[in-house]
């Protein structure tokens, strides 16, 4: 991913640009819409080692496709001390992603770093961590020894055949169901299951998913197919609706909806009236949640991002490393945000879905 594919502003031009409301005197700041920043998604790596053809289609992502050089990557003291700023302004939950963020050698150590890290309530930092799953066996008891609380892990399937035609590089499905088992019992639970679902694909895997899961004390997610990036080949027909889903799960096990958990969870819950646990449906295509949505994206190197479906960012490396200070990075945050009006799922069009976004991989789910 290159700036002459998304444009990049420089993140020191927000200090030129009149803020639109004054800080809270704690420091939390909200957008146009009255939205707060209150989660963060980190990227830690463009690169994967699963070729999804909803993310990285192999097409595009093949051998000769150019990846980010090590030292264009933010450093783990780079995205720590981004982080305790972003922190200033609200944020209470981050989450790494990536790419696959296991990749990322030696992730423990920023993890470390950021599990020390305090709201500005003096609450624990809800640390979370997003992975494909197939080295998460080996890497779950020493993940949560470095602080990480729970883990989401992307599982598009049970059947073996469907699970490696779309991770496109013949990975078995075994192997991450042995991740989520290890994560469990590394005290890294609930553990989510997201399960990105297409229409032709995989729907006729929603309900031995429901039920696989069902009664287990984890959570599956299904996933409408979103047209992120500009590289999957998304179509409107492809995607099946969360509706649909839902009704598919009842008919064998019947579901009611339940409260979310939080102001702005994208996922909207249903749970088993037998008490076998619940299940959520994402549902950013056909019912967008753009108005509670309190994110905000930090690439692998260092660019802001404030929506999955962003066609601009703004450089927050070249701030930290021509020596701005704390105060200056954090009034630029301040600002960005500040401006933010993105409703991009709301707006939603045939024009839209054929913007020049940024890659998912780029800026994790």
């Known amino acids: 991913m290159t700036d002459r594919i998304i444009p990049v502003v420089d993140a020191r031009a927000a200090l030129r640009v009149p803020a639109g409301a004054d800080l809270a005197a704690d420091g939390r700041v909200a957008d146009r819409l009255d939205r707060p920043l209150r989660d963060l998604r980190i990227s830690v790596t463009d690169r994967c080692n699963f070729r999804c053809t909803y993310c990285m289609p192999k097409e595009v992502f093949d051998k000769s496709y150019r990846f980010l050089p090590h030292a264009d990557l933010l450093s783990f003291e780079e995205i720590a001390r981004l982080a305790r700023l972003f922190i200033e302004h609200g944020v209470e939950k981050i989450r790494l992603t990536g790419g696959e963020p296991l990749l990322r050698k030696d992730i423990e150590r920023l993890i470390e770093m950021l599990a020390r890290l305090r709201t500005r309530d003096g609450g624990s930092l809800d640390l979370t961590l997003t992975t ?203 600002r960005i945000w500040q401006s933010r009006a993105d409703r991009y799922s709301e707006l939603r069009s045939a024009a839209t879905a054929d913007l020049r976004k940024i890659e998912m991989s780029y800026i994790g789910g």
């Open 132 to 334: 494909n799953g197939s080295i998460l066996a080996r890497k779950a008891r020493s993940l949560a020894a470095a602080g990480l609380r729970r883990v989401t892990v992307s599982l598009d399937g049970l059947d073996d055949a469907v699970f490696r035609r779309m991770n496109d590089v013949d990975f078995p499905v075994g192997a991450v169901l042995e991740g989520i088992a290890a994560a469990a019992d590394a005290g890294l639970a609930p553990v989510k299951i997201n399960t990105v679902v297409k229409r032709g694909v995989n729907e006729h895997e929603i309900v031995p998913m429901a039920r696989h899961f069902r009664g287990s004390g984890h959570i599956v997610r299904f996933i409408e197919f979103m047209d992120v990036g500009s590289s999957n080949g998304w179509r409107l027909d492809d995607v099946v609706p969360s509706r649909e889903v839902v009704r598919r799960i009842d008919l064998e096990m019947p579901l009611e909806a339940i409260e979310p958990n939080y102001t702005g969870e994208v996922a909207e819950r249903w749970r088993y009236r037998d008490g076998g646990g619940e299940v959520g449906v994402i549902s950013s295509v056909t019912q967008a949640f753009c108005r509670a949505c309190t994110r905000a994206r930090l690439s692998t190197e260092g660019r802001l991002y404030l929506c999955l479906f962003a066609t601009g960012g703004y450089d927050l490396r070249r701030m930290l490393r021509e020596g701005a200070s704390d105060g200056q990075i954090s009034a630029a945050v301040g």
